[in-house]
């Protein structure tokens, strides 16, 4: 085809655009006296009605700052609240110098440098006749100070904010975490509509992961206002939508009970509800004071906290990685049920090592003279190496790994917290992707007494003793029970229900042999004081030290407690009806049966004498 | 050398006058650009805050963008439609070029950097679809059949998506208007037309999906401002406020308070149709829209008297396209169209447009002065 076309064409080609001009042009004309319409309704009709909001008097727009929500644990305890601070706030607008007056103000009131630069950051973001803090909860003497001087900072006031308050201090720093002023970063994120005349954001914990709910909406008041900015009325208002207020799962009591019972040792407890999930205790020792942290804690302060051989800043019962030792082995040993590898009734021998076949090297129980013959009941109450190694070699490291993986080793548990670990649960696939090595048969025999790569947080270690205490029904923790507002209560985070397919009678002898750890003779735990009329199932672990990845800050005098063993615990009770599930880590702390086992038996006590009584 | 209707209009003998001809300069278009531009120095003055660093770079670009004008009003319009497809290729390569390694500007990525000067592609592709479709369609023999109008379709939609995806929904909808505008002179069927327009209706559920959240805000605030007052219906409320407050006469040049105040956000670019209302009220919005009337009237006329079809195409989708421009703009400052990025064509301050639609111009006066060249 090509351009040369008949002269009829051309013709009836003229017409069509002469056509088509003459209709845009009047599309275009009618769409025009559209626009006038428009402005005649604006400027003729609306004239009157703008004008008075123009001329004189000007709209102002004023956020209304919604009250962040209440933080509670399952008893109604206050964990976050707020509570009425001086701030010593300016209005840029009103201040006839802002940059003489905030030097003035630094030197009446000794203010830092860094809080100036904040003060700064925050009120670019925020209008120019929008109220701004500079200082937070003021002490009494620089209230009394700037009093005295206030007519010579015009634009500059005392006034009352809400400040968080943590009434528990270090107890649950961890779980309920605690807000800051809204960094640059933050600033980067957050809404700018949101966030108008907020000056605080969650940093941590709860207040972090459920920072939207509890930070609630920012309402406006529409305020007409002279010249000189004086507010004259209001137009029109919506309200703030307040943040919610939460219940936690969390029991304070018994946080507690564990937090103290933990001392002297660094280290983390964890218990979860075993019906529901719900997180009972969620306790990281050593810990920190949130509070410092709300009105900006000062530098020095803060570098001693993040420089601490002890690391109360880390939440360890959420990221911690330790070895599982020992505990693991109740899992190990129904894996090998489930999968026939063993029967219940089967011995092993063991003469206080074992040998690969052609392999020289021994790999030896940690009791030198052996166990003599061992079946399941006896392996997992006396902790036998030996019969693990034989176990889990029979049983190879796929079975193992796909096994152990159901009851949530090596992932996340989902829990409604943010910086959460996934741990590790060592495979043939994770073996040749990280370190592109094959897999070797001595590392089937570590992993199957819970040392070599293996990798658990607490969190990770109690839910999969939940998971078994429920017989296979896999439990999901969380920590937020209910969410209140003004209109309506909802549940917490939804959990996602799964089950383990597990035969009775396994489950049965494994749960009869965690008994026996703590209540037989010749059960690792069974010094443990029993001034308690319920059954308990537990199993004690002692890890040998890798040292917590993060802690890379010991000095050479602390090296030789650093290698003293982790001790560990799991424990359910009561054994036939499950209501709770406990893991223990203490830091260093030797041997699980005497030092760990203690404290789960404390914590367990406590809960359910407690519930009993309701 | 006089060639029919115009040279009769302007037969009086004056220096000027004979000069602009030489330069291939439209004189009645030409006269319409330099009152808009005049204008545009008057209320930026205002706008701006009587900031004259303001007025000085935007004289250097007016300056710059009539120069752009007038070399290429001097090009006969069979260059263009000679390298129409090259240089629309061009600007398809450039403008994936910015999706991949674009700067960002604003959240957005338009910019390619070459080193010594910033180029945004997305400008150059305003000009350079609507000079691809009409020398695709002139090709043809018009009305377009159905297979042109799919391939035509697909020439629009390529550049258009590229470039709302930088994301710049302004441009991408001048984009679009420009290659539309093509095609419907070249007479694409009024069912067409009815059956696209309803079906644009249908696909915004669609269109929504895949917008982005601060595109979807702007539609909801445009459906109702008072929503949030704080932050996007801000600039609605406010603007709506200084356009009303301006009544019939204004209240005088330099007399806008709510851009005085520091309540109008942006008042010196795309909202600067606001502080010209409220200085110079209705009589003065009447004024300025036909002014741009009379620019439109102008282009339209050319597109009637061009000397082929390529040329008569290109220039009513150019005359369309400035019509979508102050449309979109002034529709979006009093509040009966959402806000997308697009500023007042020839008043707005800033921004590389002012040179592309200059050089749109350029174009059109080339089409009219070059009338009596043949080539083929």
Redesign the interface.
């Known amino acids: 085809m090509s351009s040369f076309h008949s002269i009829k064409d051309s013709q009836l080609e003229n017409h069509l655009f002469l056509n088509r001009i003459m209709a845009a042009f009047i599309a275009i004309v009618l769409l025009t006296s559209g626009l006038i319409v428009r402005l005649i309704h604006l400027q003729v009709a609306g004239h009157e009605h703008y004008a008075s909001l123009a001329k004189d008097n000007s709209i102002k727009i004023y956020p209304i700052i919604p009250t962040r929500g209440m933080i509670y644990d399952r008893h109604g305890n206050i964990l976050a609240e707020n509570t009425q601070s001086y701030s010593l706030e300016i209005i840029p607008e009103k201040a006839k110098d802002l940059d003489d007056t905030l030097l003035r103000l630094q030197k009446l009131l000794n203010i830092s440098d860094e809080k100036i630069d904040l003060f700064q950051k925050q009120r670019k973001r925020q209008k120019w006749f929008a109220s701004t803090p500079l200082l937070l909860s003021m002490s009494d003497e620089e209230i009394a100070k700037f009093a005295v001087n206030r007519p010579f900072f015009p634009g500059v006031d005392i006034k009352q904010r809400l400040v968080r308050h943590y009434p528990y201090n270090e107890l649950a720093a961890h779980v309920v975490g605690y807000v800051g002023r809204i960094n640059e970063a933050e600033m980067k994120t957050l809404s700018a509509e949101e966030y108008q005349g907020s000056t605080h954001v969650g940093k941590l914990g709860i207040e972090s992961s459920y920072e939207t709910e509890l930070h609630g909406k920012t309402g406006y008041a529409e305020i007409e206002t002279n010249v000189q900015a004086r507010p004259l009325n209001t137009l029109n208002e919506t309200d703030a939508v307040q943040g919610v207020n939460l219940y936690l799962t969390l029991d304070m009591d018994l946080q507690k009970t564990a937090y103290d019972a933990l001392a002297p040792y660094n280290g983390a407890v964890v218990a979860i509800d075993v019906k529901t999930g719900g997180v009972l205790v969620f306790a990281s020792r050593p810990s920190f004071d949130p509070n410092p942290f709300v009105a900006g804690i000062a530098n020095d302060a803060y570098q001693a906290l993040q420089s601490s051989e002890a690391q109360p800043l880390y939440n360890r019962a959420l990221r911690g990685l330790y070895p599982p030792g020992s505990t693991l082995k109740p899992f190990v040993a129904l894996a090998g049920l489930e999968h026939n590898t063993v029967t219940p009734s089967q011995r092993f021998l063991c003469p206080g090592y074992y040998q690969l076949p052609n392999v020289d090297h021994k790999y030896r129980c940690w009791k030198k003279t052996g166990h003599d013959w061992v079946n399941v009941n006896k392996a997992i109450t006396e902790s036998c190496d030996v019969y693990f190694y034989r176990l889990a070699s029979a049983l190879g490291i796929d079975d193992m790994h796909n096994f152990l993986q159901k009851f949530g080793f090596g992932e996340k548990t989902g829990i409604d917290l943010v910086g959460e670990k996934s741990g590790l649960l060592p495979s043939r696939e994770w073996k040749f992707e990280q370190k592109k090595q094959s897999w070797y048969p001595g590392e089937t025999l570590i992993t199957g007494i819970g040392q070599g790569s293996n990798q658990v947080t607490p969190l990770q270690l109690a839910r999969a003793t939940a998971t078994l205490a429920n017989r296979g029904n896999v439990v999901t923790p969380f920590l937020v029970d209910k969410i209140v507002s003004g209109t309506q209560t909802r549940p917490g985070p939804e959990t996602h229900k799964d089950i383990i397919p597990l035969k009775k009678s396994n489950v049965d002898t494994i749960v009869s042999a965690m008994v026996d750890v703590v209540h037989s003779e010749r059960g690792t735990a069974h010094d443990l004081k029993k001034d308690f009329n319920y059954l308990m199932a537990g199993k004690t672990g002692t890890a040998q030290v890798l040292g917590i990845k993060q802690n890379a800050k010991y000095n050479e005098n602390a090296i030789e407690f650093k290698y003293r063993d982790h001790a560990l615990f799991i424990a359910f009770a009561p054994a036939d009806d499950p209501k709770i599930a406990v893991a223990v880590i203490a830091e260093n702390g030797g041997h699980g049966g005497s030092v760990a086992a203690p404290i789960a038996a404390k914590v367990i006590k406590q809960y359910l004498n407690d519930n009993n009584e309701n | 050398m006089k060639t029919e209707t115009h040279s009769h209009q302007f037969e009086t003998p004056s220096v000027i006058g004979t000069i602009l001809r030489r330069l291939h300069i439209d004189i009645p278009l030409f006269i319409g650009l330099s009152l808009a531009a005049t204008l545009s120095f008057i209320i930026l003055y205002s706008a701006g805050s009587q900031d004259m660093g303001v007025l000085t770079r935007q004289a250097a670009r007016i300056g710059l963008a009539f120069g752009f004008m007038t070399v290429l009003a001097h090009i006969d319009p069979y260059q263009f439609k000679r390298y129409s497809a090259l240089l629309f290729g061009i600007g398809i390569v450039l403008l994936a070029a910015v999706l991949v390694m674009g700067q960002t500007a604003l959240g957005a990525q338009r910019w390619l950097d070459l080193g010594f000067f910033r180029f945004q592609p997305s400008e150059m592709i305003k000009i350079t679809t609507p000079m691809m479709i009409a020398w695709y369609l002139?090709?043809?023999?018009?009305?377009p059949r159905p297979k042109q109008l799919l391939i035509a379709t697909t020439l629009i939609l390529v550049p258009t998506l590229l470039i709302a995806k930088q994301p710049d929904l302004g441009t991408a909808i001048l984009v679009a208007s420009s290659g539309a505008g093509v095609l419907?002179?070249a007479?694409l069927s009024w069912w067409y037309i009815i059956g696209i327009l309803a079906s644009l209706t249908a696909l915004t559920p669609i269109l929504w999906h895949f917008m982005h959240d601060y595109q979807r805000a702007r539609v909801l605030t445009f459906l109702n401002p008072?929503a949030?007052?704080?932050?996007?219906g801000?600039h609605i409320?406010q603007s709506?406020?200084?356009?009303?407050?301006?009544?019939?006469y204004g209240k005088g040049w330099l007399g806008s308070?709510?851009s005085e105040?520091?309540?109008l956000p942006e008042s010196s670019t795309d909202f600067i149709f606001a502080v010209f209302?409220?200085e110079f009220?209705?009589f003065g919005?009447?004024g300025l829209?036909a002014l741009?009337?009379l620019i439109?009237?102008r282009c339209?006329y050319i597109?009637?008297q061009a000397r082929d079809?390529y040329c008569?195409l290109l220039a009513?989708s150019l005359?369309?396209t400035f019509?979508v421009y102050v449309?979109v703009n002034?529709?979006m400052v009093?509040?009966?169209l959402p806000v997308v990025g697009v500023p007042l064509p020839l008043i707005s301050y800033g921004g590389t447009s002012i040179v592309t639609l200059l050089s749109g111009f350029g174009i059109l006066m080339s089409i009219h002065t070059h009338k009596k060249f043949l080539h083929r």
Do not use: N
């Open positions: 002139s090709e043809h023999p018009l009305p419907f002179f007479g008072e949030d007052p704080l932050g996007r801000y409320i709506k406020i200084a356009i009303g407050s301006g009544g019939l308070t709510q105040l520091d309540f209302a409220e009220g209705l919005c009447s829209l741009y009337l439109i009237t339209l597109a009637s079809t008569r009513g005359a369309f019509f449309f002034i529709g009093i509040g009966v």
